[in-house]
């Protein structure tokens, strides 16, 4: 499941580069132009990677190292 | 005169909850620069978020999508979404982990045992301190600004004369009235509040909760003005589709502007496409941002990470696309910005705030704009007070020679020196400074290698990292000055392949230079010792 989280995380970057409505003049729901909805879809799709991520990938248990520099 | 009632009253608020929060001061430094590693989910999402947000979240946002159209959101925010929270996931959880653990308080005290050198220390001081200090500048002279525009009046132009100012001449001494060109001149004070008095009163407030709240009272200042900036930034936008559309509901008015607004506004086509790309480079310096690398440290468990990773990117959105929009309806024929305006894109909201609205929602906006300003400044000032306290005189001096109540003394010592140096800059009105912010996450991002070759590479050498900084550096000064010092606003480097021409953001080259430079003399000189590998990697080299 942690590989598939981070494929996803690769494909949001992907995505994030996309060519389809680079030069795209239509307006969704009459207002939001297809450039700014398409980013803000990809906003969404970080939330929810990340949700995943955490779900799955945490890299830490979540006890409280024991506490406490100079090299 | 109300809009100055509204900021004054916003700016007594906030010393309120910063003397509510310095109530709670434990007296230890622990809890002076870190807040007793006590922050839990929701105010470690609001500091991080306040403190990565500054006033270009809400103006420069607008100024931006004016000038080269909806491309901007995808270029600036969604990218941030992505990457922020993925420093926070991959480099936030761990140099937490590692902090508590070993008693961090800054960068530096990390490298200095991750690399086994005290000297790496005096490399990077210089070099962090360099790069947060025209942040800060920007944050002081922005607000300056601000309040100077929202407070004066207006000059007719037929007439040369003088509407709706908040003081009369003759208020304020002569020399922060009187610009190049008199009172009503382009500098001049024009009635408002001037703007090294207006600088001075947000230096003042910020440095009063800094002072006697230390971390705590940051984090506490930092959510209520998150919270204000985002509330606001919304209701200007429904204000603003009201007074611009002028049709019977929202939706209709928002279809009314969205139809006026030139086609190619719409697009990304103003956006280079390697340029786009390179951009996303840009938001990785939040990795090496001294001020939050310390809000990371306040964290009370692993999990109070959870919150401000997943909601991090939706909070963007929130406060960057009604802003990108109205930027977009700025560029309408129902608008008609006026050239003056046009030409200097931070003023467009402000502009358009006071055409179409209130004197009464143009205070409560500029009192938005101040939070998104102060919950970044704040930050910064503890961070750089820490950082002279932690890194030079506690680690200089010996720590066993200085009680907790002395370096708590230390630091505000240091606090409020760094705050009248900053504003002592800030009146020079270094020439340029709003186009060095760029310049200044470049900077960051350039060391973004070195701190994730830290945390996953048991290769990186002492050898490296210095390489790799110096890389950074020197590659940064290099294009810093053949961009003519960041007169040239929109530099791109230029190449050309196969007949065809690309640009790039210079951050990519320094990007390169320093992660090559790090793996090829981390590669050529002696690995690290055991008992380093063994500290910071204890699960391969156990």
Redesign the interface.
């Known amino acids: 499941m942690s590989k598939f989280v981070w494929v996803l ?1 690769v494909a ?2 992907v995505l ?2 996309d ?1 389809w ?7 969704v ?8 909805l ?3 879809g ?3 799709g ?2 929810i990677t ?2 995943l ?2 779900k799955f990938c ?14 | 005169m109300s809009q100055l009632l509204i900021i004054c009253g916003y700016l007594a608020l906030l010393l309120l909850l910063g003397l509510f929060a310095s109530r709670l001061f434990r007296g230890t430094t622990q809890d002076y620069m870190l807040a007793s ?1 006590s922050i839990g989910p929701f105010l470690l999402l609001m500091s991080i978020f306040g403190t990565t947000m500054t006033a270009f979240a809400l103006v420069g946002s607008t100024g931006e999508s004016f000038k080269q ?3 901007v ?2 270029m600036l ?3 941030s ?2 990457i922020h ?2 420093c926070f ?1 991959v480099l936030g ?2 140099l937490w ?1 590692l902090g ?6 800054t960068q530096i ?5 991750r ?4 000297k ?1 220390g005096l490399l990077l001081f210089p070099v962090l301190v360099g790069l947060v200090i025209p942040y800060l500048l920007i944050g002081v002279m922005a607000s300056g600004t601000v309040i100077n525009k929202v407070t004066a009046g207006i000059v007719v132009p037929a007439t040369g004369e003088l509407k709706d100012a908040t003081f009369s001449e003759g208020t304020f001494p002569e020399f922060l009235e009187q610009g190049t060109n008199g009172f009503t001149g382009e500098d001049g004070s024009r009635g408002g509040v001037p703007k090294q008095v207006a600088s001075l009163a947000i230096c003042l407030v910020v440095l009063t909760y800094v002072f006697f709240g230390g971390m705590r009272g940051t984090a506490w200042a930092n959510a209520f003005q998150t919270i204000v900036f985002m509330i606001l930034g919304v209701i200007t936008f429904v204000v603003l589709a009201e007074k611009i559309g002028n049709q019977g509901s929202l ?1 209709a008015n ?2 009314e ?3 006026h607004v030139p ?2 506004k ?4 103003h956006v280079f ?1 390697l340029q ?2 390179t951009y ?1 480079l840009i938001p990785l310096s939040v990795g090496m941002f001294p001020h939050l690398f310390q809000h990371w440290l306040t964290a ?4 109070s ?2 919150l401000p ?6 909070f ?2 929130i406060v960057w ?1 009604p802003c ?2 109205i930027g ?1 309806w700025a560029t309408s024929d129902l608008v008609n910005v006026p050239p003056p305006i046009a030409a200097n894109q931070n003023a467009i909201l402000p502009w358009m705030v006071r055409k179409f609205s209130s004197p009464e929602l143009a205070g409560l906006l500029t009192a938005g704009v101040l939070a998104a300003i102060m919950s970044s400044l704040d930050s910064q000032f503890l961070c750089l007070g820490t950082m002279f306290t932690e890194d030079v005189a506690v ?1 200089y001096l010996g720590k066993d020679r200085l009680s907790d109540r002395q370096v708590v003394l230390l630091a505000r010592g240091f606090i409020v020196a760094i705050v009248a140096l900053t504003y002592l800059f800030s009146l020079a009105e270094p020439r340029g400074v709003f186009t060095l912010g760029v310049w200044c996450f470049s900077g960051f991002s350039s060391l973004f290698p070195l701190v994730f070759a830290a945390l996953y590479w048991p290769r990186l050498t002492k050898a490296g990292a210095y390489a790799s900084v110096i890389a950074a550096i020197s590659s940064w000064i290099y294009l810093f000055r053949d961009s003519g010092y960041a007169a040239e606003e929109t530099y791109t480097v230029t190449f050309n392949l196969g007949g065809a021409e690309y640009h790039v953001m210079p951050v990519a080259l320094m990007f390169a230079a320093s992660a090559t430079t790090l793996i090829v003399v981390s590669l050529a000189t002696k690995p690290p010792g055991e008992a380093t590998l063994r500290r910071f990697f204890p699960d391969r080299f156990a």
């Open positions: 995380v949001l970057i994030h580069q060519n409505f680079w030069s795209d003049t239509r307006l729901f009459g207002f939001v132009p297809v450039a700014l398409y980013h803000m990809i906003s969404t970080a939330a990340w949700f991520a955490t945490w890299p830490l248990d979540d006890a409280r190292p024991a506490a406490s520099p100079g090299g | 590693h159209g909806a491309g959101y995808g925010a969604s990218s979404g992505i929270s993925l996931f959880v761990k982990k508590r653990r070993n008693g961090y308080t005290q990390f490298f200095r045992d690399l086994d050198s005290d790496i939706l928002l279809r502007i969205a139809a086609k190619e719409l697009t990304r086509d496409k786009f790309f996303m009370k468990s692993a999990s990470f959870k990773v997943v909601a991090h990117p939706l963007i959105m696309a990108v929009l977009l680690h």
